[in-house]
Protein backbone atom coordinates (compact mmCIF):
# COMPACT_ATOMS: atom_id res chain seq x y z
CA UNK A 1 0.00 0.00 0.00
CA UNK A 2 3.20 2.01 0.55
CA UNK A 3 4.08 3.92 -2.74
CA UNK A 4 6.38 6.71 -1.63
CA UNK A 5 8.62 7.00 1.56
CA UNK A 6 9.64 10.13 3.35
CA UNK A 7 12.95 10.78 4.66
CA UNK A 8 13.58 12.47 7.84
CA UNK A 9 16.90 13.58 8.43
CA UNK A 10 18.83 15.45 11.21
CA UNK A 11 18.40 19.59 10.33
CA UNK A 12 20.47 20.63 13.54
CA UNK A 13 24.11 22.48 12.54
CA UNK A 14 23.23 22.02 8.59
CA UNK A 15 22.56 25.17 7.76
CA UNK A 16 23.45 27.69 4.36
CA UNK A 17 25.63 25.98 1.97
CA UNK A 18 26.55 23.09 3.80
CA UNK A 19 22.57 22.15 4.05
CA UNK A 20 22.93 21.32 -0.19
CA UNK A 21 25.85 19.21 0.42
CA UNK A 22 24.42 17.28 3.15
CA UNK A 23 20.97 16.75 0.45
CA UNK A 24 22.64 16.00 -2.53
CA UNK A 25 25.15 13.65 -0.64
CA UNK A 26 22.25 12.33 1.18
CA UNK A 27 20.27 11.66 -1.63
CA UNK A 28 22.92 10.15 -3.69
CA UNK A 29 23.64 7.89 -0.66
CA UNK A 30 19.96 7.01 -0.83
CA UNK A 31 20.00 6.45 -4.31
CA UNK A 32 23.66 3.62 -4.25
CA UNK A 33 21.51 1.94 -1.74
CA UNK A 34 18.26 1.58 -3.86
CA UNK A 35 20.26 0.28 -6.83
CA UNK A 36 21.24 -2.74 -5.07
CA UNK A 37 17.91 -4.01 -4.82
CA UNK A 38 14.83 -4.71 -6.86
CA UNK A 39 12.33 -1.75 -7.83
CA UNK A 40 12.30 0.96 -9.42
CA UNK A 41 12.87 4.10 -6.72
CA UNK A 42 13.25 8.20 -7.58
CA UNK A 43 14.88 9.83 -4.88
CA UNK A 44 14.20 13.37 -5.05
CA UNK A 45 14.14 16.92 -3.18
CA UNK A 46 10.83 18.58 -2.68
CA UNK A 47 10.91 22.13 -1.10
CA UNK A 48 13.39 21.18 1.81
CA UNK A 49 12.83 17.47 1.95
CA UNK A 50 13.77 14.27 0.15
CA UNK A 51 11.15 11.48 -0.91
CA UNK A 52 11.52 8.04 -2.47
CA UNK A 53 9.05 7.20 -4.94
CA UNK A 54 8.39 3.30 -6.02
CA UNK A 55 7.57 2.82 -9.88
CA UNK A 56 6.25 -0.85 -9.88
CA UNK A 57 6.83 -3.30 -7.50
CA UNK A 58 9.23 -3.54 -4.48
CA UNK A 59 9.69 -5.47 -1.61
CA UNK A 60 8.75 -3.51 1.59
CA UNK A 61 11.14 -5.05 4.15
CA UNK A 62 13.76 -4.86 1.76
CA UNK A 63 13.99 -1.72 0.97
CA UNK A 64 13.69 -0.40 4.49
CA UNK A 65 16.56 -2.57 5.85
CA UNK A 66 18.53 -0.92 2.65
CA UNK A 67 17.12 2.80 4.07
CA UNK A 68 17.93 1.79 7.50
CA UNK A 69 22.10 1.29 6.15
CA UNK A 70 22.21 4.67 4.41
CA UNK A 71 23.93 7.45 7.51
CA UNK A 72 21.97 10.78 8.12
CA UNK A 73 18.72 9.54 7.77
CA UNK A 74 17.03 9.71 11.13
CA UNK A 75 13.41 8.34 9.86
CA UNK A 76 12.02 6.72 7.19
CA UNK A 77 8.14 7.71 7.16
CA UNK A 78 6.10 5.26 4.54
CA UNK A 79 3.80 7.02 2.96
CA UNK A 80 0.60 6.55 0.87
CA UNK A 81 0.18 9.13 -1.83
CA UNK A 82 -3.66 10.56 -3.31
CA UNK A 83 -4.45 12.36 -6.20
CA UNK A 84 -6.42 15.34 -4.60
CA UNK A 85 -10.32 14.71 -5.88
CA UNK A 86 -11.96 16.62 -3.05
CA UNK A 87 -12.25 16.22 0.88
CA UNK A 88 -14.84 13.37 0.81
CA UNK A 89 -12.74 11.54 -1.46
CA UNK A 90 -9.39 12.13 1.14
CA UNK A 91 -11.69 11.21 3.65
CA UNK A 92 -12.54 7.71 2.47
CA UNK A 93 -8.46 7.00 2.03
CA UNK A 94 -7.83 8.48 5.24
CA UNK A 95 -10.26 5.66 6.72
CA UNK A 96 -9.08 3.19 4.80
CA UNK A 97 -5.20 3.92 5.78
CA UNK A 98 -6.17 4.14 9.33
CA UNK A 99 -8.31 0.61 9.23
CA UNK A 100 -5.16 -0.54 7.37
CA UNK A 101 -2.30 0.40 9.30
CA UNK A 102 -3.89 0.15 13.06
CA UNK A 103 -5.79 -2.99 13.86
CA UNK A 104 -6.08 -2.73 16.94
CA UNK A 105 -8.65 0.13 17.03
CA UNK A 106 -7.93 1.03 20.71
CA UNK A 107 -5.71 4.27 20.02
CA UNK A 108 -5.42 8.17 20.54
CA UNK A 109 -4.53 9.95 17.62
CA UNK A 110 -4.17 13.42 16.69
CA UNK A 111 -4.41 14.94 13.18
CA UNK A 112 -1.52 17.21 11.86
CA UNK A 113 -2.14 18.92 8.32
CA UNK A 114 -0.27 21.09 6.20
CA UNK A 115 -1.57 22.89 3.01
CA UNK A 116 1.47 23.06 1.10
CA UNK A 117 -0.83 24.79 -1.62
CA UNK A 118 -2.87 28.08 -0.88
CA UNK A 119 -5.78 26.73 -3.65
CA UNK A 120 -7.00 23.54 -1.34
CA UNK A 121 -10.37 25.01 0.02
CA UNK A 122 -10.23 23.97 3.45
CA UNK A 123 -7.07 25.43 5.59
CA UNK A 124 -4.54 23.01 7.67
CA UNK A 125 -6.96 23.92 10.98
CA UNK A 126 -10.40 23.00 9.08
CA UNK A 127 -8.77 19.69 7.68
CA UNK A 128 -7.13 18.69 10.21
CA UNK A 129 -10.42 18.91 12.72
CA UNK A 130 -13.05 17.62 9.47
CA UNK A 131 -10.64 14.60 9.60
CA UNK A 132 -10.88 14.05 13.39
CA UNK A 133 -14.38 13.99 13.28
CA UNK A 134 -14.31 11.68 10.31
CA UNK A 135 -12.20 8.90 11.61
CA UNK A 136 -13.99 9.27 15.23
CA UNK A 137 -17.46 8.83 13.06
CA UNK A 138 -15.59 5.64 11.50
CA UNK A 139 -13.91 4.45 14.28
CA UNK A 140 -15.99 4.46 17.91
CA UNK A 141 -12.84 3.39 19.65
CA UNK A 142 -10.63 5.41 18.79
CA UNK A 143 -10.06 8.22 20.68
CA UNK A 144 -8.75 12.22 20.46
CA UNK A 145 -6.05 12.99 22.43
CA UNK A 146 -3.87 16.51 21.02
CA UNK A 147 -1.47 16.41 24.34
CA UNK A 148 0.14 13.17 23.92
CA UNK A 149 -1.31 10.76 21.25
CA UNK A 150 -0.14 7.51 20.45
CA UNK A 151 -0.25 8.22 16.32
CA UNK A 152 0.30 11.42 14.59
CA UNK A 153 -1.29 11.39 11.83
CA UNK A 154 0.02 13.49 8.97
CA UNK A 155 -1.93 14.91 6.08
CA UNK A 156 0.30 17.28 3.70
CA UNK A 157 -1.75 18.40 0.78
CA UNK A 158 0.97 19.01 -1.79
CA UNK A 159 0.41 18.28 -5.67
CA UNK A 160 -0.86 15.34 -4.28
CA UNK A 161 -1.44 14.52 -0.65
CA UNK A 162 0.42 12.33 1.02
CA UNK A 163 -0.82 10.49 4.48
CA UNK A 164 1.66 8.81 6.82
CA UNK A 165 1.32 8.12 10.40
CA UNK A 166 4.81 5.77 11.33
CA UNK A 167 7.95 6.63 11.48
CA UNK A 168 10.63 4.00 11.31
CA UNK A 169 13.86 4.80 12.83
CA UNK A 170 17.31 5.65 10.69
CA UNK A 171 20.87 5.00 11.83
CA UNK A 172 21.56 9.01 12.12
CA UNK A 173 24.81 10.20 11.37
CA UNK A 174 26.00 12.28 8.39
CA UNK A 175 26.02 10.91 4.48
CA UNK A 176 29.26 9.46 3.37
CA UNK A 177 30.79 11.76 1.23
CA UNK A 178 30.45 14.87 3.72
CA UNK A 179 33.99 14.51 5.60
CA UNK A 180 36.69 13.78 3.58
CA UNK A 181 38.42 9.98 3.60
CA UNK A 182 40.35 7.83 6.46
CA UNK A 183 42.54 4.93 6.34
CA UNK A 184 41.25 2.52 8.60
CA UNK A 185 43.77 0.02 10.33
CA UNK A 186 41.53 -3.25 9.89
CA UNK A 187 42.22 -6.23 11.57
CA UNK A 188 40.18 -9.86 12.02
CA UNK A 189 39.08 -8.58 15.58
CA UNK A 190 35.92 -6.75 17.29
CA UNK A 191 36.54 -3.54 17.37
CA UNK A 192 38.40 -2.05 14.43
CA UNK A 193 35.32 -2.73 12.39
CA UNK A 194 33.32 -0.92 14.49
CA UNK A 195 36.02 1.92 14.62
CA UNK A 196 35.30 2.26 10.68
CA UNK A 197 31.59 1.95 11.14
CA UNK A 198 31.14 4.77 13.75
CA UNK A 199 34.03 7.35 11.65
CA UNK A 200 32.08 6.55 8.68
CA UNK A 201 29.25 7.38 10.45
CA UNK A 202 29.78 10.53 10.88
CA UNK A 203 30.27 11.51 6.79
CA UNK A 204 33.60 9.45 6.29
CA UNK A 205 34.81 7.77 3.22
CA UNK A 206 36.64 4.45 4.28
CA UNK A 207 40.05 2.82 2.60
CA UNK A 208 41.26 -0.07 5.14
CA UNK A 209 44.75 -1.37 5.53
CA UNK A 210 45.03 -5.19 6.74
CA UNK A 211 48.34 -6.68 7.75
CA UNK A 212 48.49 -10.11 7.19
CA UNK A 213 51.80 -12.52 7.86
CA UNK A 214 51.64 -15.99 6.01
CA UNK A 215 51.93 -18.78 6.09
CA UNK A 216 51.78 -18.11 10.14
CA UNK A 217 48.24 -16.13 9.20
CA UNK A 218 45.85 -18.00 6.46
CA UNK A 219 44.11 -17.04 3.68
CA UNK A 220 41.05 -17.95 5.68
CA UNK A 221 41.84 -15.30 8.33
CA UNK A 222 42.55 -12.85 5.26
CA UNK A 223 39.17 -13.75 3.59
CA UNK A 224 37.79 -12.98 7.41
CA UNK A 225 39.04 -9.66 6.87
CA UNK A 226 37.44 -8.82 3.37
CA UNK A 227 34.36 -10.21 4.78
CA UNK A 228 34.60 -7.86 7.85
CA UNK A 229 35.08 -4.56 5.52
CA UNK A 230 32.16 -5.93 3.28
CA UNK A 231 30.20 -5.93 5.81
CA UNK A 232 31.09 -2.33 7.18
CA UNK A 233 30.88 -1.49 3.65
CA UNK A 234 26.68 -1.93 3.47
CA UNK A 235 26.90 0.59 5.71
CA UNK A 236 30.13 3.20 4.10
CA UNK A 237 29.98 2.33 0.87
CA UNK A 238 32.66 0.54 -1.33
CA UNK A 239 35.85 0.07 0.47
CA UNK A 240 39.13 0.02 -0.90
CA UNK A 241 41.05 -2.35 1.06
CA UNK A 242 45.24 -2.76 0.81
CA UNK A 243 46.38 -6.28 2.03
CA UNK A 244 50.12 -5.64 3.18
CA UNK A 245 52.20 -8.82 3.46
CA UNK A 246 53.84 -8.03 7.17
CA UNK A 247 55.68 -11.17 7.48
CA UNK A 248 59.02 -9.96 6.58
CA UNK A 249 59.28 -7.09 8.78
CA UNK A 250 57.70 -9.29 11.36
CA UNK A 251 60.12 -11.58 11.25
CA UNK A 252 63.16 -9.27 11.19
CA UNK A 253 61.75 -7.36 14.13
CA UNK A 254 61.56 -10.53 16.27
CA UNK A 255 65.14 -11.03 15.01
CA UNK A 256 66.67 -8.00 16.21
CA UNK A 257 64.52 -6.54 18.90
CA UNK A 258 63.93 -7.32 22.59
CA UNK A 259 61.24 -9.85 22.61
CA UNK A 260 59.20 -7.31 25.24
CA UNK A 261 59.19 -4.57 23.16
CA UNK A 262 57.96 -6.61 19.97
CA UNK A 263 54.13 -5.31 19.76
CA UNK A 264 54.95 -1.76 20.10
CA UNK A 265 57.54 -1.67 17.53
CA UNK A 266 55.60 -3.86 14.95
CA UNK A 267 52.51 -1.33 15.84
CA UNK A 268 54.78 1.62 15.33
CA UNK A 269 55.75 -0.19 12.08
CA UNK A 270 52.22 -0.55 10.72
CA UNK A 271 50.99 2.68 11.75
CA UNK A 272 54.05 4.45 9.57
CA UNK A 273 52.63 1.94 6.39
CA UNK A 274 48.68 2.67 7.00
CA UNK A 275 50.11 6.37 7.21
CA UNK A 276 52.14 5.72 3.89
CA UNK A 277 48.89 4.36 1.78
CA UNK A 278 46.55 7.03 3.13
CA UNK A 279 48.59 10.01 2.13
CA UNK A 280 48.47 8.11 -1.01
CA UNK A 281 45.06 7.70 -1.38
CA UNK A 282 44.23 11.00 -0.40
CA UNK A 283 43.35 9.91 3.43
CA UNK A 284 43.51 12.78 6.02
CA UNK A 285 43.52 10.18 8.88
CA UNK A 286 44.16 6.90 10.32
CA UNK A 287 41.17 4.95 12.52
CA UNK A 288 42.09 2.45 14.92
CA UNK A 289 40.17 -0.02 17.51
CA UNK A 290 41.83 1.12 20.45
CA UNK A 291 40.67 1.24 23.57
CA UNK A 292 42.67 2.44 27.10
CA UNK A 293 43.95 -0.34 28.72
CA UNK A 294 42.25 -3.14 27.06
CA UNK A 295 45.25 -5.06 26.25
CA UNK A 296 49.54 -3.71 26.76
CA UNK A 297 49.78 -2.27 23.44
CA UNK A 298 47.08 -0.35 24.58
CA UNK A 299 47.87 1.22 27.78
CA UNK A 300 48.39 5.31 27.92
CA UNK A 301 52.11 4.61 27.54
CA UNK A 302 52.01 2.14 24.38
CA UNK A 303 49.31 4.46 22.82
CA UNK A 304 51.67 7.48 23.13
CA UNK A 305 54.57 5.23 21.98
CA UNK A 306 52.61 4.03 19.07
CA UNK A 307 51.24 7.32 17.95
CA UNK A 308 54.58 8.98 18.11
CA UNK A 309 55.60 7.91 14.09
CA UNK A 310 51.96 9.34 13.25
CA UNK A 311 52.19 12.76 11.76
CA UNK A 312 48.32 12.37 10.45
CA UNK A 313 45.45 12.60 13.43
CA UNK A 314 44.65 9.22 14.70
CA UNK A 315 40.86 8.81 15.33
CA UNK A 316 40.56 6.26 17.88
CA UNK A 317 36.50 6.29 18.25
CA UNK A 318 36.57 3.47 20.99
CA UNK A 319 39.03 4.91 23.22
CA UNK A 320 36.89 5.05 26.45
CA UNK A 321 34.75 2.06 25.38
CA UNK A 322 33.91 -0.84 27.83
CA UNK A 323 34.47 -4.41 25.83
CA UNK A 324 30.79 -5.01 25.93
CA UNK A 325 29.48 -1.43 25.05
CA UNK A 326 31.92 -2.37 21.84
CA UNK A 327 30.21 -5.74 21.43
CA UNK A 328 27.02 -4.69 21.46
CA UNK A 329 27.69 -2.57 18.68
CA UNK A 330 28.92 -5.13 16.50
CA UNK A 331 25.81 -7.30 17.20
CA UNK A 332 23.65 -4.09 16.20
CA UNK A 333 25.79 -3.74 12.86
CA UNK A 334 26.52 -7.48 12.17
CA UNK A 335 30.05 -7.89 12.49
CA UNK A 336 30.53 -9.21 15.14
CA UNK A 337 30.02 -12.91 14.54
CA UNK A 338 32.61 -12.71 11.69
CA UNK A 339 34.95 -11.28 14.57
CA UNK A 340 34.52 -13.90 16.74
CA UNK A 341 35.34 -16.63 14.14
CA UNK A 342 38.99 -18.27 15.43
CA UNK A 343 41.59 -17.26 13.30
CA UNK A 344 45.00 -16.39 14.04
CA UNK A 345 45.60 -12.54 14.25
CA UNK A 346 49.20 -11.44 12.88
CA UNK A 347 50.08 -9.46 16.14
CA UNK A 348 49.09 -12.70 18.40
CA UNK A 349 51.58 -14.53 16.32
CA UNK A 350 55.04 -12.90 18.22
CA UNK A 351 53.46 -11.98 21.15
CA UNK A 352 55.75 -12.16 24.19
CA UNK A 353 54.73 -13.49 27.72
CA UNK A 354 55.25 -9.58 29.43
CA UNK A 355 55.16 -7.11 26.94
CA UNK A 356 56.09 -3.60 27.98
CA UNK A 357 53.24 -2.07 29.28
CA UNK A 358 54.59 1.54 30.00
CA UNK A 359 57.52 1.49 26.68
CA UNK A 360 60.23 4.59 27.20
CA UNK A 361 60.47 5.73 23.88
CA UNK A 362 63.93 5.93 24.46
CA UNK A 363 64.72 2.76 24.24
CA UNK A 364 62.38 2.04 21.95
CA UNK A 365 64.36 4.18 19.56
CA UNK A 366 67.25 2.33 20.79
CA UNK A 367 65.93 -1.08 19.86
CA UNK A 368 64.76 0.13 16.53
CA UNK A 369 68.22 1.02 15.45
CA UNK A 370 69.35 -2.37 15.19
CA UNK A 371 66.74 -2.31 12.24
CA UNK A 372 68.63 0.24 10.16
CA UNK A 373 70.38 -2.38 8.28
CA UNK A 374 67.10 -3.71 6.09
CA UNK A 375 64.15 -2.27 7.38
CA UNK A 376 63.67 0.69 4.82
CA UNK A 377 63.93 -1.78 2.04
CA UNK A 378 61.57 -4.28 3.64
CA UNK A 379 59.19 -1.32 3.72
CA UNK A 380 59.61 -0.74 0.20
CA UNK A 381 58.76 -4.47 -0.13
CA UNK A 382 55.52 -4.64 1.59
CA UNK A 383 54.39 -1.28 -0.13
CA UNK A 384 55.31 -2.68 -3.35
CA UNK A 385 53.63 -5.80 -3.33
CA UNK A 386 49.99 -4.15 -1.73
CA UNK A 387 47.22 -5.92 -3.09
CA UNK A 388 44.12 -4.04 -2.91
CA UNK A 389 40.31 -5.24 -3.19
CA UNK A 390 37.35 -3.43 -3.13
CA UNK A 391 35.30 -4.63 -0.74
CA UNK A 392 31.34 -4.59 -0.71
CA UNK A 393 28.43 -2.40 -2.65
CA UNK A 394 28.52 -1.85 -6.18
CA UNK A 395 28.80 1.76 -7.56
P1 LIG B 1 40.65 -5.52 17.14
O1 LIG B 1 39.52 -6.20 17.83
O2 LIG B 1 40.21 -4.37 16.30
O3 LIG B 1 41.52 -6.49 16.40
P2 LIG B 1 42.32 -5.71 19.40
O4 LIG B 1 41.61 -5.56 20.66
O5 LIG B 1 42.66 -7.07 18.92
O6 LIG B 1 41.53 -4.90 18.28
P3 LIG B 1 45.09 -4.95 18.91
O7 LIG B 1 45.37 -6.25 18.30
O8 LIG B 1 46.02 -4.38 19.94
O9 LIG B 1 43.63 -4.84 19.56
O10 LIG B 1 44.97 -3.89 17.78
C1 LIG B 1 44.66 -2.55 18.03
C2 LIG B 1 44.27 -1.91 16.73
O11 LIG B 1 45.34 -1.97 15.79
C3 LIG B 1 43.12 -2.61 16.03
O12 LIG B 1 41.87 -2.15 16.49
C4 LIG B 1 43.37 -2.25 14.60
O13 LIG B 1 42.88 -0.94 14.31
C5 LIG B 1 44.87 -2.25 14.50
N1 LIG B 1 45.38 -3.58 14.08
C6 LIG B 1 45.79 -4.60 14.85
N2 LIG B 1 46.18 -5.65 14.11
C7 LIG B 1 46.02 -5.30 12.82
C8 LIG B 1 46.23 -5.94 11.57
N3 LIG B 1 46.70 -7.18 11.48
N4 LIG B 1 45.96 -5.26 10.44
C9 LIG B 1 45.46 -4.00 10.50
N5 LIG B 1 45.24 -3.35 11.64
C10 LIG B 1 45.51 -3.97 12.80
MG1 LIG C 1 43.29 -7.57 17.00
Do not use: W
Request: proline share 4%.
Amino acid sequence: MFKAFLIKYGEIGIKGKNRHLFEDALVRQIQLALNQIDGEFIVRKESGRIYVDIVGEYDYEETIDALQHVFGIVGIAPMVQVEDKGFEHLAEQVISYMDAVYKDKHITFKVHSVRGRKNYPLNSMEISRDMGARILAAFPDMKVDVHNPQVNLHIEIRQKINIFSKVIPGCGGMPVGTNGKAMLLLSGGIDSPVAGYMTAKRGVVLEATYFHAPPYTSDRAKQKVVDLASQVAKYAGPIKLHIVNFTAIQLYIYEKCPHEELTIIMRRYMMKIAQTLAEANGALALITGESIGQVASQTIHSLCATNEVCTMPVFRPLISFDKQDIVDIALKIGTYETSIQPFEDCCTIFVAKHPVTKPNLKIIHRSEEKLAEQIEELVKQALNTVETIVCGGIE
